[in-house]
């Protein structure tokens, strides 16, 4: 059973950095990894992707602050945070072939 896991969420302020990094137990081979969030009452919307040719999307929201990576060879994928903001709070989730991991919070609060 393939396992998908976030990690790296946590409290920072207004202008501050999180990394946060998803391991899925088996190659990633040739399929997206991505990075999706949500707050209560919401749906989940999409945050960044990349493709196994490491062609990087990026909601608009995010442009310009999140950067995503991936490792072939590690079978993860992050998301480098800069500049968060209030309105990147959420639970943020990690997704590979319609599998899903648990999830990792980010609360940005002064």
């Known amino acids: 059973q393939v396992q998908i896991v976030e990690s790296g969420g946590g409290s920072v302020q207004p202008g501050g950095s999180l990394r946060l990094s998803c391991s899925i137990s088996t190659s990633l081979s040739l399929y997206t990894v991505g990075w999706y969030r949500q707050t209560p009452g919401h749906y989940r919307e999409h945050v960044a992707s990349?493709?196994?040719?490491?062609?990087?999307t990026y909601d608009d929201a995010v442009k310009g602050r999140f950067t995503i990576s991936r490792d072939n060879a590690k079978n993860t994928v992050d998301l480098q945070m800069n500049n968060l903001k209030p309105e990147d709070t959420a639970m943020y989730f990690c997704?590979?072939?319609?599998?899903w991991g648990q999830g990792t919070q980010v609360t940005v609060s002064s």
């Open positions: 997704t590979w072939k319609s599998l």
């Open positions: 990349i493709t196994f040719k490491d062609f990087p």
